[in-house]
């Protein structure tokens, strides 16, 4: 694709997000962002009672504090140490896969987000739209559990592993950039999962790439800005009193919610101006599959 061409899909997606109300939405998905944050971490400290790591749970938590606002993180270890525990015979309890039912309403949410920047209609069934919320819940939140994982190991696990397999001192030197590269790359490929499989569209895999990577670093940057706002500006507790805390964690789910939908904006720009990233509806519910046109 020609430089000129990227410029002008980046100013059409300016004025999409404008245009199309992406703020907006955005703040609809904090909600059920926020409703299923909870039952997602608990779904995922179930996990982590099946791996070889008895404190990881309490590992992730500093791990999280590196994106999630100060005052929000209180709140998540004040319920965490009510609520979590990982029990290794209740990974597939009723409970349980309650908790990964209800994380995967934020997926139904984010299915329809991405229909809408797609500007395609849902036309799959009630049933095949769920089941695909939850599959998404599943497999992005263990990929996520995989990205904390290898930041949670430490620098020293790059000895240890080069120890094992015979690996040269190199990467041992390389280790503690190298898990933080492929932390992100997990968080990159989850955002690619989505855009690919959420919307009803059929796309190439690798179109979804440059979306997904705009996501995750506008992500990264609004995270590090809003704890840099929330630690030395913000004053919510005085505002909010008690409900500070929940305050400030639906602003960074905001943003989240938002970062998101940016890279699909993208993506759908991008899909306009390439012929070679044309994507096509999958589903109607009167008619054959045919051709999304954009209409700009």
Request: overall charge positive; glycine content about 6%; some cysteine.
């Amino acid at each position: 694709m020609k430089p000129h061409a990227i410029k002008d899909a980046l100013l059409q997606t300016y004025d999409r997000v404008d245009r199309r109300h992406t703020l907006e939405m955005a703040a609809a998905l904090a909600y059920y962002f926020m409703l299923s944050l909870f039952p997602a971490l608990m779904f995922l400290s179930a996990i982590f009672a099946y791996l070889p790591a008895p404190d990881l749970s309490d590992q992730t938590l500093p791990l999280m504090a590196n994106v999630l606002p100060p005052d929000s993180m209180g709140l998540i270890r004040r319920v965490s140490a009510e609520v979590f525990t990982p029990n290794r015979g209740t990974f597939l309890s009723v409970g349980i896969l309650g908790t990964l039912w209800t994380s995967s309403s934020a997926f139904v949410a984010t299915i329809k987000a991405l229909n809408r920047a797609y500007e395609v209609h849902e036309g799959r069934p009630f049933w095949k739209t769920r089941s695909l919320a939850v599959g998404l819940a599943f497999t992005i939140e263990l990929l996520m559990l995989v990205a904390f994982s290898v930041v949670i190991v430490g620098p020293r696990f790059g000895e240890w592993l080069a120890s094992r397999v015979h690996l040269s001192g190199l990467f041992v030197l390389l280790w503690p950039y190298l898990r933080w590269t492929i932390a992100v790359a997990f968080a990159v490929l989850a955002v690619e999962i989505l855009y690919f499989l959420a919307p009803n569209v059929k796309q190439r895999f690798r179109n979804t790439l440059p979306g997904a990577v705009v996501a995750v670093a506008f992500w990264i940057g609004l995270s590090y800005l809003l704890g840099e706002y929330f630690r030395h500006f913000a004053s919510f507790n005085k505002t909010y009193g008690t409900l500070g805390a929940a305050i400030a964690l639906m602003v960074w789910l905001y943003w989240t919610g938002f970062a998101m939908l940016a890279g699909a904006e993208l993506n759908a720009e991008l899909a306009k101006v390439s012929p070679k990233r044309k994507v096509r509806q999958k589903e109607q519910k009167c008619a054959t599959t045919t051709k999304v046109d954009f209409v700009a």
